[in-house]
């Protein structure tokens, strides 16, 4: 089975329609069967379609992981504030409001999330071109180059940040609503 490639001048739908069907039927009459015949747009949207899809899963697998890893902030801030009690009791018996304590917690779930970036670069960078490699070449017999998007990886980072803030809202609501008394009752 052999393919070939026809290129044409004309551009529209309606003329590289016809000029399929013309050569279908020279072909014909040739001898030679058709099995099918493809334009480069459908190609390209049949491709695009294939890629949109691998593009969901692995972004569906990246929010996966990411809500892992707020869950998992989330967690670990929770227990900060539970050791934490007395700390804070000490705060607020100094004259920290509720919301310095509120904003301290916040700070510190935030920080943990930027402490995570470099090491989120240092997987995903190789991981990503040896992806990327892997998947032109099974493809298209020539591996893909690795683009990094600024305005991707920014975007990454304020939903990364907004996560951590949003996972460490409730365990930083909870450190500003412990009464003094109770937090440094065990003094």
């Known amino acids: 089975a052999a393919s070939y490639r026809v290129v044409l001048r004309a551009h529209d739908g309606a003329a590289i329609a016809q000029a399929a069907r013309d050569i279908g039927r020279v072909l014909a009459g040739a001898g030679?069967?058709?099995?099918?015949?493809?334009?480069?747009?459908?190609?390209?949207?049949?491709?695009?379609g294939h890629?949109?899809?691998?593009?969901?899963?692995?972004?569906?697998?990246?929010?996966?992981?990411?809500?892992?890893?707020?869950?998992?902030?989330?967690?670990?801030?929770?227990?900060?504030?539970?050791?934490?009690?007395?700390?804070?009791?000490?705060?607020?018996?100094i004259g920290a409001s509720s919301a310095v304590v509120l904003r301290n917690v916040l700070a510190e779930g935030a920080l943990v999330a930027l402490?995570?970036?470099?090491?989120?670069?240092?997987?995903s960078l190789p991981l990503s071109a040896a992806i990327g490699a892997y998947l032109g070449e099974l493809l298209f017999g020539l591996a893909f180059p690795l683009t990094?998007?600024?305005?991707?990886?920014?975007?990454?980072?304020?939903?990364?940040?907004?996560?951590?803030?949003?996972?460490?809202?409730?365990p930083a609501w909870s450190a500003?609503?412990?009464?003094?008394?109770?937090?440094?009752?065990?003094?």
């Open 32 to 48: 030679i069967e058709v099995r099918m015949s493809m334009t480069e747009t459908m190609l390209r949207k049949e491709v695009d």
């Open 51 to 93: 890629f949109d899809l691998l593009i969901a899963a692995m972004l569906f697998i990246a929010l996966l992981m990411a809500a892992v890893g707020l869950f998992g902030l989330g967690s670990a801030m929770g227990s900060n504030v539970a050791e934490r009690g007395r700390e804070f009791g000490i705060m607020r018996s």
């Open 115 to 123: 402490m995570s970036v470099p090491l989120a670069l240092a997987l």
């Open 148 to 170: 990094v998007s600024a305005a991707g990886a920014l975007a990454w980072l304020a939903v990364v940040l907004l996560g951590a803030l949003l996972a460490s809202g409730l």
């Open 176 to 187: 500003s609503r412990l009464s003094i008394q109770l937090s440094l009752a065990s003094l």
